[in-house]
């Protein structure tokens, strides 16, 4: 039996659009795990037992070498992490998004931007 090298399919696809953006509050809160409202990361202190529903809760995932995650049952090595998320008082603005940010608007140009019509066929991806 000879080996035949892996040729890939000259199969080509066009793309209509690309989206991308932030995930919204109900977004983060749907696929989060776990609401995080504690404010110490230990039940007591001295201890290693970490407070439920605090940033080192198991249903996060493990943070010691051989410890379980609650949420996957998996140990340290293998447990790919969940998502929690923390009710902020403010809105917090990610500072590396700034200058993407910024450049960004300052290439769109005026004169020569998409119509009006065809803009808003991209708006809400």
Do not use: W
Request: glycine fraction near 8%; charged fraction near 20%.
């Amino acid at each position: 039996m000879v080996k035949e090298q892996f040729q890939e399919p000259d199969v080509v696809h066009k793309i209509s659009h690309v989206c991308f953006g932030m995930q919204s509050g109900a977004e983060i809160q749907q696929s989060a795990h776990l609401h995080v409202v504690a404010n110490r990361l230990y039940e007591a202190e001295r201890t290693e037992v970490p407070m439920p529903y605090g940033v080192l809760d198991r249903r996060l995932g493990t943070s010691v070498k051989d410890g379980i995650c609650s949420t996957c049952g998996e140990n340290l090595a293998t447990c790919v992490g969940h998502f929690g998320y923390i009710d902020l008082e403010l809105p917090v603005y990610h500072i590396g998004y700034f200058r993407d940010t910024i450049n960004c608007l300052s290439s769109i140009c005026k004169v020569t931007a998409l119509k009006e019509k065809l803009n808003l066929s991209f708006v809400g991806c």
